[in-house]
């Protein structure tokens, strides 16, 4: 577990139920058939996009832990020039910038033709919670001002 340094505001102190419910949604992504260390490139790309330090290093902990490659990781940011990422992979990062960046111009429907190639209903369904719980949790951690040390 990493430490953190003071914060503004311990959301989860104020309310624990809303941990309850954060700890309930890992748990089901955990348990889904998307593949755990691609839910964890998601996790950290959109963390860079939204630039939250505490959420990309505590990711990239656990992707480097599932057995991800510091190469893939560093290269994470440039995935659409890459080799190392498989069409699969880069259609779960593209639907993740969409997503992150929703207000540009939504998920395009060439993007979510591509994801139904690669996934089941049930695993786009995952990848959509995926995406928008760690958006969620980039914004409490920002806001927050919540740096891992």
């Known amino acids: ?10 959301v989860w102190k104020e309310e624990p139920l809303y941990w309850d419910h954060i700890v309930a949604i890992d ?5 889904s058939t998307v593949p755990r260390n691609l839910l964890e490139l998601i996790k950290v790309r959109v963390s860079q996009i939204n630039k939250c330090v ?7 902990q656990d992707a480097l832990k599932l057995g991800e490659s510091q190469r893939r990781l560093f290269v994470l940011s440039a995935w659409e020039e ?7 992979e880069k259609s779960a990062l593209k639907v993740a ?13 060439a993007t979510f033709e591509k994801l139904k190639t690669h996934f089941s209903d049930k695993e786009i369904a995952d ?10 949790l980039n914004r409490i951690g920002i806001s927050t001002k919540t740096v891992a040390l």
Do not use: A, Q, W
Request: aromatic share 10%; proline share 2%; glycine share 4%.
């Open 1 to 10: 577990m990493l430490k953190v340094e003071k914060h503004r505001l311990d």
């Open 27 to 31: 748990k089901r992504l955990i348990g």
């Open 54 to 60: 505490y959420c990309i290093d505590y990711h990239t």
């Open 82 to 88: 890459s080799p190392l990422f498989t069409d699969k």
């Open 97 to 109: 910038e969409e997503m992150t960046h929703i207000s540009v111009e939504g998920v395009k429907d």
């Open 127 to 136: 990848i959509f919670v995926c995406i928008s719980h760690i958006n969620f």
